[in-house]
Structures are given as C-alpha cells and as structure tokens.
C-alpha cells in the first residue's frame, strides 16, 4: 500500500465553526507533513511529525492545530479560520531520513477547503 | 539558504514531441537532493523523479529523465514522447538540509512551470 489518504475531499465551513482534517497512511513512515497550497503557488509546509511527535512549526497561527494520534494517522484541527485560508491542505509521509539516501514524500490527494 | 528557480511559467509541447522544464538551485551543501513533482490539476502531487548530488548517472524513470549539470546547479526535467495526460503543474524540490541527517527537514519547492501538451 502506497497511498496516503485524506478526508474530507472538500470542506466548506464558516468562521467560527470546528472542524478537523484527517490524513492515514500504511506505508510504516515514521515522518508525516502539513503543507498550504494556494492556487497555482507551490506547498508552504506548516507542520512535520517525526515519530509522532511535533519537529516542526512553521510558525502558523494557532487557529490550526496538528494532532499525531499514532504512526499512521495525522490530524489537522481547524478553528477560526478566516476567508484567507481557503486553500488545498496536502498531507505528506515520508521514510525517516537515513545516511546517504534521500526519502520522497508521498502526497496525499488533499483536502480543498472553503472558509466562508 | 536554498533555493529552487523555475524561470518557466508556461510551456506549451506538441503531443508525442520531448520538452524540458528547467530548474536551477542554490545550495552550499555538498550532498543535497533534488525532486520533480507532478501535481495534475486534481490537486495531489505525483512523484517522479530523485536525483542525489553524488550520483553519477543522471535519473530516469520511465519517460521522465533529468538532466543534472552539477557544475551549472542545474536539475532540468525531460519528458519524452509527451502525453495528453502530462498536462499538469510541475515542480521541482530540494530537501532542505544535508542528505541522510536524521532529521527530517522541508522540501523547498520553485515556483512550478505549467505544461500544457497540445493534441
């Protein structure tokens, strides 16, 4: 299985709702990632996980809060978003780094979210 | 810093014809690696092709090959005999910090060059 998988597909929601996106994977990777897309810019990282625990913040705000329950699944809790991050919220996975090879990050299909 | 370039916005290519998407870096690192991701207009980012700064063959997979010039700091992306289906983003990545640290680290992407493949 090489697949990362993210739900919703699409979320429209309004500015004081909660709601959480939901990334899994079964590839035994050890390293998960947020990343923002804008359109027709390239992914802006938010947030990594190193063996479920947070290694890096990119300084976003805290109306996004990233949750690590186990190895294969990654959380993305979302409230108060304002209209400026509608934007494609792709999940990444990746082998942890080890000497002398480089690990590609698997993408997920992303979730498109719409805040009103 | 590091820092990826895709001077290419657009770029149009007759179906069946090769094309090459450029990319140039910058990296005071001495072993780095580099990454072409697809992203089709459906929105997830395909994977394609790795190039590692000490490998001495240039990478290829398939139809996608790159063209590494490591002197010019240069990874450029050839597809050949293009597809209607290779209409998509494309872009090409660094991973931030030296190949093989234990950390993980952030991919730095360019810009993405849009390649329209013309019937």
Request: with cysteine.
């Amino acid at each position: 299985d090489t697949e990362v998988t993210q739900t919703p597909k699409h979320l429209v929601m309004g500015m004081t709702n909660k709601k959480s996106l939901k990334c899994e994977q079964h590839m035994g990777h050890r390293a998960m990632y947020w990343y923002k897309q804008k359109a027709k810019k390239p992914p802006e990282l938010m947030f990594v996980y190193s063996y479920e625990k947070l290694s890096i913040n990119e300084s976003v705000p805290s109306r996004f809060s990233p949750e690590c329950p186990n190895s294969s699944l990654l959380n993305l809790h979302l409230h108060a978003l304002q209209p400026e991050d509608s934007a494609l919220y792709l999940c990444a996975s990746s082998q942890h780094g080890r000497a002398g090879v480089d690990n590609e990050q698997f993408f997920g299909p992303g979730t498109r979210l719409t805040v009103l | 810093a590091q820092k990826i370039t895709q001077t290419q916005p657009g770029m149009f290519v007759q179906e069946k014809e090769a094309v090459t998407l450029d990319c140039t870096y910058d990296t005071s690192d001495q072993s780095y690696g580099l990454f072409w991701y697809k992203q089709p207009s459906s929105g997830e980012m395909i994977f394609l092709i790795y190039q590692g700064s000490y490998d001495e063959q240039n990478a290829t997979e398939g139809r996608y090959s790159l063209n590494f010039q490591k002197a010019r700091k240069s990874a450029n992306l050839v597809i050949s005999a293009s597809q209607l289906g290779d209409s998509a983003m494309y872009f090409c990545a660094m991973r931030e910090g030296t190949v093989g640290s234990s950390n993980t680290g952030k991919l730095i992407f360019g810009q993405g060059t849009t390649l329209q493949v013309k019937p």
